[in-house]
């Protein structure tokens, strides 16, 4: 077979994947059938960050593969708003997710704001997949051969090393805002919480706590208790931060 080029456009911050420094624009010489998938991951871009690949303009599916001439535009989910149709690559709306070793501050900000995150520090790449797979969650990992492996279907690398501003990303790249519901989960453990009658756990609290607090929540797992004292006022600005900036931001 010949060899031929294709010329990729990477739009919105898939920029920053690229291993070339030419920009956003990058030509390959292809000498087999290839398919759209391979190509772009071999520029960099994990297909999990690619919501949309237009060939010659019409949408097409990773399974594609490229003839001569092909011109070929590769769209992030963040530029959903700017080139409309249905034949979208990603879902958003997704609340589960499995988070890697590097990611605690993150997968316990989400917990905080109720949002059910596997999280193990310790968990290797194989156990990672395998949770993804058996729980149907997404993948969230700045591990990009990872991100890139084949049976992942819905993940996402946070640009921030920040675990505030890697939230936020999250929160945004799935469509969360609306669904937020802080202190409904363990941020320790992830189990939901329960509410538990003063009666039942006094015995485990402190003298001040005894005398101040009322309403406390329980995880059925590991047992930890969440009361609104100080640490409480903590997170709720945590919180109060985080869904400012969400709004502020376009
Ligand atoms: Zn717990």
Redesign the pocket.
Known sequence: MKQFTVRLHFHGDLNIFLRSKAGDIIERRLAEKTSIKDIVESCGVPHPEVDLILVNERPVDFNHTLAENAKVEVFSVQNRATAPTDKRLQTIGISRFVADGHLGGLARNLRLLGFDVAYSPDADDRQLLEVMTRENRALLTRDRPLLMHAIVQHGYYPRSQDPAEQTIEVVRRFDLSEVIAPFTR?M??N?PLEEAAKAEIIDKLEPLTKIYYNQFRR?P??E?IYWSGSHFAKLQRRIEEIRSRIRDKP
């Open positions: 363990c320790r453990c189990a995880c797992d590991c930890q």
